[in-house]
């Protein structure tokens, strides 16, 4: 760990900067903290990519595991009789905003001189670790539920990633792979406290393309909350540095068919409730049993924010106006942009930022049915 970085949650006596197995998460879940301060001097200006906040990673970085991933464009785009800045987190190498978490992990982990790495996921996360692991020259096994879609399967299987299919529910899965890390790295997006100083970088980018003020208003996914926290950690460090003087407030957009977060905040509990997951079109956010949920719960009341959720209906009615507006988006992104119809009946005014989570070419098949039923 770098000057001015510490790693808090971890069982005292283990010296978890040099173990190269399995060190995060065994008891706890580990948070990375700092105490240094963002400079916008210390910018690398001549990277037009994440890799530009480089000096703001826990771990100084001699070469970076990247395919040139970041600094996405910030568009203003009309969304119910609104103008709202949305970042345009599809374009990324894989195809989602996984990529700033993955590109930063594997650069760690490639630099502790790990060669092997299991992960779990059901899609997206899936294909980033994949992808860098591949870059990376890194070995990697992907435990993934049986049934997740051909399209992705097909993503892994070709970066050349070693896939483990798992009968049963997200759950079994992540209980696989979980053996599987007591004995391998965990190149984990939930657990491994590295993904998040990646996709801390798009607190960064929203910050510096809006002059380096933060939004009032921020609308996102939430599933296992990889940019739920991952905003929060740096738009924090933004804050507490001096280059902010408020925080944004945070929405975390859940489906209807999956809400443990929203029905828990509803009751002003401080852990996820119990829900049971019906299947949805915003697969990809629907986590019945999300690990950091207290954390993401706790950000939400943090920041003065809300959570919301939104029906299969709605997120189908967002997808298809985005994609008439010419963004091809894939549907568990049009989630979040449904929850932002719901954020406008709580919060008014100021400068909103919300993203396009995924890509639409990654869901061919879902569209064809789509347009089957439409
Ligand atoms: C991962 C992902 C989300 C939600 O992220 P969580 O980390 O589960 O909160 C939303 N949209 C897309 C396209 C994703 O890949």
């Not at 065994?26 to 001549?46: C, G, V, W, Y």
């Not at 992540?174 to 965990?186: D, G, L, P």
């Not at 993401?296 to 959720?309: L, Q, R």
């Amino acid at each position: 760990m770098g000057k001015g970085y510490t790693l808090t949650g971890m069982q005292s006596g283990t010296d978890y900067s040099t173990q190269k197995g399995t060190w995060y998460g065994a008891n706890e879940l580990l948070n990375i903290n700092t105490t240094k301060q963002f400079d916008l001097r210390k910018l690398s200006k001549n990277q037009c990519n994440l890799w530009r906040y480089e000096h703001f990673l826990p771990v100084p970085i001699t070469e970076a595991v990247t395919l040139g991933e970041g600094f996405t464009p910030l568009l203003p785009v009309s969304l119910f009789n609104t103008s709202i800045h949305i970042k345009q987190e599809q374009l990324f190498p894989t195809g989602s905003y996984k990529d700033r978490g993955a590109s930063v992990l594997m650069s760690v982990a490639r630099q502790q001189g790990i060669t092997h790495v299991v992960q779990d996921s059901s899609g997206n996360a899936g294909c980033a670790i994949a992808a860098y692991a591949a870059k990376a020259g890194i070995k990697a096994d992907i435990y993934v539920p049986a049934s997740t879609s051909p399209a992705k399967l097909a993503q892994m299987r070709m970066y050349g990633a070693d896939l483990m299919l798992v009968e049963g529910s997200r759950e079994d899965t992540a209980n696989a792979a979980w053996k599987a890390a007591q004995h391998t790295y965990y190149a984990s997006h939930c657990y491994n406290p590295y993904f998040f100083e990646g996709t801390k970088t798009f607190a960064y980018e929203v910050c510096e393309q809006l002059n380096w003020t933060a939004p009032d208003v921020l609308v996102l996914p939430a599933g296992n909350g990889t940019l739920v926290i991952g905003c929060y950690i740096g738009f924090k460090h933004l804050y507490e540095s001096g280059v902010i003087s408020k925080m944004p407030k945070m929405v975390a957009v859940q489906s209807s068919n999956c809400a443990p977060l929203y029905e828990a905040w509803k009751n002003n509990d401080t852990t996820p409730a119990r829900v049971i997951s019906l299947p949805t079109v915003a697969e990809g956010i629907a986590i019945a049993e999300p690990v950091r949920g207290s954390q993401m719960i706790e950000i939400i009341n943090e920041t003065k924010g809300a959570f919301v959720t939104v029906t299969d209906e709605e997120t189908i009615s967002a997808l298809i106006r985005c994609c008439n507006m010419g963004y091809y988006i894939e549907p568990t992104s049009a989630a979040t942009i449904a929850g932002i119809q719901k954020a406008l009946q709580l919060f008014e005014g100021g400068t909103w930022v919300s993203l396009f989570s995924g890509h639409g070419l990654k869901s061919t098949e879902k569209m064809l049915k789509l347009l089957q039923e439409h």
